[in-house]
Antibody, heavy 119, light 107 residues
């Protein structure tokens, strides 16, 4: 079955870090980039960046540069996103999504991971 | 960054009505525009890619059109299961950016 399954909800204190996983199955892992998208409560969608599962190369939006790291493990077909120095306004649902290399549409999404940042 | 302006931000329509949403890009993005549906509490789902191409298994009542800076998304006959928020997204230039969303409700 083709799917992206994300790790469970997290509660963190300000200043802490969180690492979210996105386990893939049912397709050739290296044919699709994995992207991460943030959605704050009641808000829209915000693209954060991507990781190339083949090379491990990454691209981040400037807003998250220096605070976000995207990685992958080809042996387990899993992508990861770590956010450091969490703030209360990082409270959001984080989604992973894939796009076929060379195409721009996110055709499959994970179920989302709720990250709550609160003291 | 390319700004994507969606309108309206919300609408209320009756079952069977034709619903139209527009998305305007701050610069020319050719046809590099996708549309997603997000049902409350769920992840977004791709409906239309490259402005007008229907994703596999998506009902034909959903259509998209446009190029350059002006795009339109239409539901030809609104169904109860279409209650959701719809987002446009440009993939012409990094960073990828989304419109603010249009919340569709049943009157």
């Amino acid at each position: 079955q083709v799917q992206l399954v994300q790790s469970g909800a997290e509660v963190k204190k300000p200043g802490a870090s969180v690492k979210v996983s996105c386990k893939t199955s049912g397709y050739t892992f290296t044919d699709y980039y994995i992207h991460w998208v943030r959605q704050a409560p009641g808000q829209g969608l915000e693209w954060m960046g991507w990781v190339n599962p083949d090379s491990g190369g990454t691209r981040y939006t400037q807003k998250f540069q220096g605070r976000v790291t995207m990685t992958r493990d080809t042996s387990s077909r899993t992508a990861y996103m770590e956010v450091t120095r969490l703030r209360s306004d990082d409270t959001a649902v984080f989604y992973c999504a894939r796009n076929l290399i060379g195409y721009g549409a996110f055709d499959l999404w994970g179920q989302g991971t709720v990250v709550t940042v609160s003291s | 960054d390319i700004q994507m302006t969606q309108s309206p931000s919300s609408l209320s329509a009756s079952v069977g009505d034709r619903v139209t949403i527009t998305c305007q890009a701050s610069q020319d993005i050719s046809k590099n525009l996708n549309w997603y549906q997000q049902i409350p509490g769920k992840a977004p789902k791709l409906l239309i890619f490259d402005a007008s191409k229907l994703e596999t298994e998506v009902p034909s009542r959903f259509t998209g059109s446009g190029s350059g800076t002006e795009f339109t998304f239409t539901i030809s006959s609104l169904q109860p299961e279409d209650i959701a928020t719809y987002f446009c997204q440009q993939h012409d230039t990094l960073p990828f950016t989304f419109g603010g969303g249009t919340k569709v409700e049943i009157k």
